[in-house]
């Protein structure tokens, strides 16, 4: 599979206001050199705990807050630092579904309005009614009558904003779309079936998804490759089977050790992290898991281990991986 997009050495950093000219004394290094990359219709799973960088890093890529450093490659074009109407085109490749359906909707825009409105800014649909008949195939799409169009979101349900949701995303026929935690907010039921829909959507169309989430279990089941993250950076990244069979690094183990297990006669020993995830304005010197790391070493604490290839296509940024 040829690659879709490129991420090489990302930062995103955010200015802590300080003093009587508020200039700038420290930064929250909310993502902090993170490279990778996502094949044509390929799903890039995306976990770590909350306040790691997961959707800061979502929302650089389709440039919702600006990078500070690195580059950002879609189809070999870097977009990171574009702006204008040449921003404007590469959006269309770009999209985005969020992690509140009750909040990411306008609830005084009416369903069409929503949908359509990604087809008006690009000037998608020659007249009203190739509009209407698009929203309408875009809405059955995702599984909802396009009598519906007529309705506010208030309307809906959770499950079905979310619907709109993705109707909204598929608009432009895009070739990613980052999806920021898309089902957590629902409930598990209604999870499975938003899953579904977006792996019927991607054999239809061949759209790669980033995919954002809290649930490991979750991302194993829809993604190809898993990324973990940790206070801004990239700590292991493997096919999925791989990493929930064999992790290597310390963290992801931890991360796995508390997923829930059906079979009661599971010998899983569960790995308690002491402490809390240290403050982004001020990481820890060398490896910025070793604070918690129950296996860390004198050379943890001063040397930042680099994202190496422990084995075929596994990698992890552990001196003490193999």
Same mark, same amino acid.
């Given at each position: 599979m040829s690659?879709? !997009?490129?991420?090489?050495?990302?930062k995103v950093?955010?200015?802590?206001?300080r003093?009587m000219?508020?200039?700038?004394r420290?930064?929250v290094k909310?993502?902090?050199?993170?490279?990778?990359?996502?094949?044509e219709?390929?799903?890039?799973g995306?976990?770590?705990?909350?306040?790691?960088?997961k959707?800061?890093?979502?929302r650089?890529?389709?440039?919702?807050?600006?990078?500070?450093?690195?580059?950002i490659?879609?189809?070999?074009?870097?977009?990171?630092?574009?702006?204008?109407a040449?921003?404007r085109?590469q959006?269309?490749? !770009?999209q985005?579904?969020?992690?509140?359906?009750?909040g990411s909707?306008?609830?005084?825009m009416?369903?069409?309005?929503?949908?359509?409105e990604?087809?008006?800014?690009?000037?998608?649909?020659?007249?009203?009614?190739?509009?209407?008949k698009?929203?309408g195939?875009?809405?059955?799409?995702?599984?909802?009558?396009?009598?519906?169009?007529?309705?506010y979101?208030?309307?809906?349900?959770?499950?079905?904003?979310?619907?709109?949701?993705?109707a909204?995303a598929?608009?432009v026929?895009?070739?990613l779309?980052v999806?920021?935690e898309?089902?957590s907010?629902?409930?598990v039921?209604v999870q499975?079936?938003?899953?579904? !829909?977006?792996q019927?959507?991607?054999?239809?169309?061949?759209?790669?998804?980033?995919?954002?989430?809290h649930?490991?279990?979750?991302v194993?089941?829809?993604?190809?490759?898993?990324?973990v993250?940790?206070?801004g950076?990239?700590?292991?990244?493997a096919?999925?089977?791989?990493?929930i069979?064999?992790?290597?690094?310390p963290?992801t183990?931890?991360?796995?050790s508390?997923?829930?297990?059906?079979?009661p006669?599971?010998?899983?020993?569960?790995?308690?992290?002491?402490g809390d995830?240290?403050?982004?304005?001020?990481?820890?010197?060398?490896?910025?898991?070793?604070?918690?790391c129950?296996?860390?070493?004198?050379?943890?604490?001063?040397?930042v281990?680099?994202?190496?290839?422990?084995?075929?296509?596994?990698?992890?940024?552990?001196? !003490?991986a193999?």
């Amino acid at each position: 599979m040829s690659s879709l !997009l490129d991420v090489a050495n990302l930062k995103v950093h955010f200015p802590v206001k300080r003093g009587m000219l508020r200039a700038p004394r420290e930064w929250v290094k909310a993502v902090d050199g993170v490279s990778f990359s996502i094949a044509e219709g390929e799903t890039l799973g995306l976990v770590g705990e909350s306040g790691c960088g997961k959707t800061t890093l979502g929302r650089a890529i389709v440039r919702l807050v600006e990078p500070t450093a690195g580059s950002i490659s879609l189809e070999g074009a870097d977009i990171s630092r574009i702006n204008g109407a040449s921003l404007r085109a590469q959006r269309r490749k !770009l999209q985005m579904i969020f992690q509140d359906p009750y909040g990411s909707l306008n609830p005084r825009m009416t369903v069409e309005d929503i949908v359509g409105e990604a087809l008006d800014i690009h000037d998608l649909a020659e007249n009203n009614s190739a509009r209407q008949k698009r929203i309408g195939e875009l809405l059955k799409a995702v599984g909802l009558d396009p009598t519906y169009s007529q309705r506010y979101p208030h309307e809906f349900s959770g499950g079905q904003r979310q619907r709109i949701g993705i109707a909204r995303a598929l608009a432009v026929e895009p070739k990613l779309i980052v999806c920021d935690e898309p089902v957590s907010a629902l409930d598990v039921s209604v999870q499975a079936q938003i899953i579904n !829909l977006l792996q019927d959507l991607q054999q239809q169309r061949g759209i790669a998804y980033l995919f954002i989430a809290h649930d490991l279990a979750v991302v194993e089941h829809i993604s190809r490759r898993v990324m973990v993250m940790y206070l801004g950076k990239v700590v292991e990244l493997a096919e999925a089977k791989e990493l929930i069979r064999a992790p290597k690094h310390p963290y992801t183990q931890a991360l796995i050790s508390a997923v829930p297990v059906v079979d009661p006669d599971s010998k899983r020993q569960r790995i308690v992290l002491p402490g809390d995830v240290p403050s982004p304005i001020h990481p820890p010197a060398g490896c910025p898991f070793h604070p918690r790391c129950p296996i860390a070493e004198e050379r943890c604490r001063v040397e930042v281990p680099v994202l190496r290839e422990i084995s075929s296509g596994h990698l992890a940024a552990c001196h !003490l991986a193999n």
